[in-house]
């Protein structure tokens, strides 16, 4: 069913059950990011080594590039064979877009894992699993409900051209912020520093900001509830990572700029 106020923008959902993994998309995204301000985090990047209270992470570990690739590879496969499971579908466009949006966004960030990133140490196997069937969930929900919506009554207001360049702008500032970051570390070099340039000097996770585009462009694109959810579930959880991931900034460096926010410049 329908929201009246945002009728206008929605497809309807095509049963109780898309409904439901509507809601439960919301619900467990939601945790993810209760559980980042709570001190519960996910166990990569900086936080792989440090919790809220000061003691190693527990499980088995493996090396960041693999760990990564184990995050977005299964996403983008899905997305690869959503061309052959659903070759034509009528020619829709919408469908077209949002097929080559979910698999193009996954492959970026593969080829980001293999020539872009530098890496300071491993991974939780048990987080990358958990990140892992996030994704992919959300790349098969994201297409085959859209499939499914095939034929109903489409949104009286179409966002599928804004959706796409959101889209775009999205891509080209979540790369250019990570190759930011990549240049950070010389060859070998472990340590964090603080992140300069674009961005970075007004925000300190830029990289999520463009991220959040990637998926609001991505719900543009198909419009129907369930890809809003993943996008509200996924900004939740990105602006409660970088909340703690500018916390974890002003503990370690001392001459960390104040005015520097956490995601949104001069606001949050």
């Known amino acids: 069913m329908k929201i009246p ?69 299964p996403a983008f496969l899905a997305g690869v064979a959503s061309f052959f ?27 980001e894992v293999l020539f872009v990133h530098k890496y ?23 297409i085959v409900v859209h499939y499914l919506s095939l034929g109903l009554q489409e949104p009286s207001i179409d966002l599928k051209y804004i959706g796409l360049i959101v889209f775009i702008l999205g891509i080209f ?39 959040i585009l990637i998926f609001v462009g991505i719900s543009f694109i198909s419009q129907t509830p369930l890809a809003f959810a993943c996008t509200f579930g996924d900004s939740l959880y990105l602006i409660a990572r970088s909340y703690e991931t500018r916390k974890w900034y002003v503990n370690k460096f001392e001459d960390f700029p104040k005015n520097i926010k956490c995601v949104i410049p001069y606001v949050f």
Not at 21 to 35: D, E, H, M, N, P
Not at 185 to 194: A, F, L
């Open 173 to 211: 500032g979540n790369f250019y912020h990570h190759s930011l970051l990549s240049k950070l570390r010389k060859t070998n070099e472990k340590g964090y520093k603080i992140p300069q340039g674009g961005l970075f000097n007004y925000v300190i996770c830029p990289h999520y900001l463009f991220e």
């Open 5 to 73: 106020v945002l009728e206008n923008f929605m497809f309807d959902e095509p049963s109780i059950w898309i409904t439901a993994t509507t809601v439960a998309t919301l619900i467990s995204t939601a945790y993810l990011g209760v559980s980042e301000i709570i001190g519960n985090h996910l166990q990569y990047s900086k936080f792989t080594s440090s919790d809220s209270d000061n003691k190693k992470p527990q499980g088995i570990k493996v090396s960041s590039r693999t760990g990564m690739l184990i995050l977005y590879t």
């Open 120 to 142: 300071s140490g491993g991974m939780v196997l048990g987080s990358v699993i958990l990140i892992s069937i996030f994704y992919f969930s959300a790349a098969i929900g994201l």
């Open 85 to 111: 499971i659903f070759p034509a579908a009528g020619g829709d466009l919408r469908f077209v877009l949002l097929k080559f949006a979910v698999t193009f966004h996954f492959f970026k960030r593969d080829m």
